[in-house]
């Protein structure tokens, strides 16, 4: 069965096509910039490694898709012969709300509750359900599978979703925390459990990158997570500010001359490692920076680790203790600084770790970063969102 994962952002667009028989990745590629003035196109062909990039305008993700479907037939940088060989279609959507606990197939139905959610997620939402009815208009007849960002974390208690607003309105208008990064959220727990030997274990998910979120998981099930109603709360990111003081927006907007809009745009869009460092966005040209004596990119290094660790304390004492922590995302792979920043201070919980490992981690491989004695257990786990995804459609349809 060949799934083709499609993920859109709101000007970008992701794809893959797996073979969920053997779960080999056949081609992955992207679209980014759709809606501006140029758009770029890049396409790989894992097994051959043939690769295929072009500048285009794409003026919507159903033009994008087109262009994508002719490559996926193409006789050099395709894998079919005809485009009826893609057997279903997995997209990644943002938001359940909370009318669903998780994935479901994609119909009239499912599709008018999906748009009822649209002001859950208004920078996402219209993309995602965009490119799912442009893959219907394109792939007649082929089944497709919705899977949420936020559905891992739909067994959170209610206790730890909600916020301490009238009740009232979180009934009217569905306030709360819902959490996202689920699809690598749940696919890091699957893993940590098959190396822990047991589902029965309390599980700290370090997803960092761009975008960062911790999960705290215990039996396999999400018991709370660190971003909210929307990925602005919790962890310093890229770009957002993580968690604030709600009364830094009247302060702010009363000295800048901001609306609402505009703070929501300096929050989500000119803080973080950006704000502060006033490097990059990047974590890589931050820790250059660092090392090359740039206090203000040092600062915001120790505040990203800071806050982790806050999160893993607290975590910690919601579960009753920990089993494992895991690191994944493209931070928490790769970087062996932000790694020790966190979990130097950590003994008392029980980490003995191989500090020599940790700085010659191997990249691409589930890693065990403690010694064999260590209490709780550290890991290294490459997240495979996209493979989440085509298993979920396999198991729907």
């Not at 909370?98 to 994609?106: A, L």
């Not at 009740?167 to 925390?177: A, G, M, P, T």
């Not at 940590?192 to 309390?202: F, P, S, V």
């Not at 990047?282 to 250059?288: G, I, M």
């Amino acid at each position: 069965m060949n799934i083709l994962v499609v993920n859109a952002g709101s000007s970008s667009l992701k794809y893959q096509v797996i073979n969920i028989e053997t779960e080999e990745c056949l081609i992955s590629g992207g679209v980014d910039c759709i809606g501006l003035a140029e758009s770029k196109i890049s396409h790989s062909v894992i097994k051959t490694n043939v690769e295929y990039s072009e500048k285009f305008k794409f003026n919507n993700h159903t033009e994008a898709l087109k262009i994508v479907f002719d490559l996926l037939v193409d006789a050099k940088y395709g894998v079919f012969k005809s485009i009826s060989e893609i057997d279903a279609v997995g997209h990644r959507v943002l938001h359940t709300g909370e009318d669903f606990t998780g994935s479901v197939v994609i119909n009239a139905e499912t599709l008018a509750i999906m748009e009822k959610n649209i002001p859950l997620g208004p920078l996402h939402m219209p993309a995602n359900l965009d490119s799912v009815k442009s893959c219907a208009s394109l792939l007649p007849g082929v089944p497709m599978v919705a899977v949420f960002d936020t559905a891992f974390h739909m067994t959170m208690p209610k206790h730890a979703y909600m916020y301490a607003i009238p009740y009232e309105d979180y009934k009217q208008y569905k306030v709360r925390r819902y959490g996202f990064h689920g699809t690598s959220h749940k696919y890091v727990t699957g893993v940590a459990c098959e190396l822990m030997g047991t589902k029965n274990c309390k599980i700290i998910n370090c997803h960092l990158g761009n975008g960062s979120s911790i999960s705290a998981v215990a039996d396999g099930k999400c018991q709370d997570t660190s971003m909210g109603l929307t990925p602005l709360e919790g962890l310093v990111m890229g770009t957002r500010s993580g968690d604030i003081d709600p009364a830094c927006l009247e302060v702010l907007m009363d000295k800048k001359g901001m609306n609402i809009h505009e703070m929501l745009d300096y929050l989500n869009k000119k803080s973080g490692f950006l704000g502060i460092s006033g490097v990059s966005s990047d974590a890589r040209s931050v820790q250059q920076a660092a090392e090359a004596g740039n206090e203000r990119a040092e600062l915001v290094l120790a505040m990203a680790a800071y806050r982790v660790k806050k999160y893993i304390g607290s975590y910690t004492a919601a579960l009753g203790g920990v089993d494992c922590i895991v690191f994944t995302g493209g931070i928490g792979e790769n970087s062996a600084d932000t790694r020790e920043r966190i979990l130097k201070d950590l003994t008392y919980l029980g980490i003995d770790m191989d500090w020599d490992l940790n700085e010659k981690c191997p990249r691409k491989q589930n890693v065990e970063l403690t010694k064999p004695n260590s209490k709780v257990k550290v890991f290294v786990i490459p997240t495979n969102e996209e493979l989440v995804i085509a298993r979920e459609t396999r198991d729907l349809i």
